[in-house]
Nanobody, 119 residues
């Protein structure tokens, strides 16, 4: 089985920064992509940023320039550096990964980490 464990959330003032990390562990044969979604109360889950094992990145348009996603060389940890945080960034941030474990590619999710930005 595969597990994703997030860390790095918390409370920060508007304009501040946070760095989220997500570690994938378990029976991992290959990683397709890893990324971060977020879900605010009463809103749908949305993609924030994603990175493939080859280093290709995708960002939510409004986060380009403020957020930066990266992956370690082992392709098991994904980080999200968030700068110039705004109150509207407040949400639960969830790590997502497309991983080959056994013979199937599957999507895995972490439990989520709360990010609260005070204005």
């Amino acid at each position: 089985q595969v597990q994703l464990v997030e860390s790095g959330g918390g409370l920060v003032q508007a304009g501040g920064s946070l760095r989220l990390s997500c570690l994938a562990s378990g029976k991992i044969i290959s990683v397709g992509h890893m990324g971060w979604y977020r879900q605010a109360p009463g809103k749908e889950r949305e993609l924030v940023a994603q990175i493939t094992s080859g280093g290709r990145t995708i960002y939510k348009d409004s986060e380009k320039g403020r957020f930066a996603i990266s992956m370690d060389n082992a392709k098991t940890t994904v980080n999200l550096q968030m700068n110039s945080l705004k109150a509207e960034d407040t949400a639960v941030y969830l790590c997502n990964a497309r991983i080959l474990s056994g013979v199937l590619w599957s999507d895995y999710w972490g439990q989520g980490t709360q990010v609260t930005v005070s204005s």
